[in-house]
């Protein structure tokens, strides 16, 4: 994936759910470009981050075997804007689980406010099929979210399911990793 709009994972349930958080800046560029008198996180942004986080649960579903790539978006309805200082939590839920992809329930929370209400479908790519763009540019892996899962101050377990289930991966304690 070429760019992350997640800046954590604080939750990460596997084939369930997953909770991702992305704080905004004013040293982000592109809040002051759509209204220069008012800068704002970009909705089209917002949906990314929420796509991510859903895709991300629906890749780790299948141990990443399959490219994951969004389908379509029946449901996104809007209540505000985010602007720098906002925290956002990308909720997902794992709705459904199919061998040509799946469904997730998403809501982004701002500063514990709803703000996004959405729903995204997912379809795996045909393995059969030559990927023109090549996987390494656009396919997230075990490798990205573990690597995610780890800046989450330790929270990373052994078999991705939640912060306090198990401990982490070496036999370290709670919180070191």
Known sequence: MRWVWL????????????????????AEDHVHEQFPAYPVFPHSLV??????????????????????????????????HATPGDRLDYCAELLELRPEGGIVALKALKNGELMVDAEIVYAHLDQ???????????????????????????????????????TAEGGSPPGQI
């Open 7 to 26: 800046d954590r994972f604080e939750e990460f349930y596997s084939r369930k759910s997953a909770r991702a958080v992305k704080l905004v800046s004013f």
């Open 47 to 80: 949906m990314e981050g929420l796509a991510q986080t859903g895709g991300i649960l629906l890749g780790e579903a299948n141990d990443f075997k399959e490219k994951v790539v969004l389908a379509k978006i029946p449901k996104a309805v809007f209540h505000g």
């Open 128 to 166: 059969a099929r030559e990927d023109p763009l090549g996987v390494k540019n656009f396919v997230f892996s075990k490798e990205h979210l573990i690597s995610l899962l780890k800046t989450a101050d330790g929270s990373y377990r052994a078999g991705i399911k939640g912060a306090s289930d198990q």
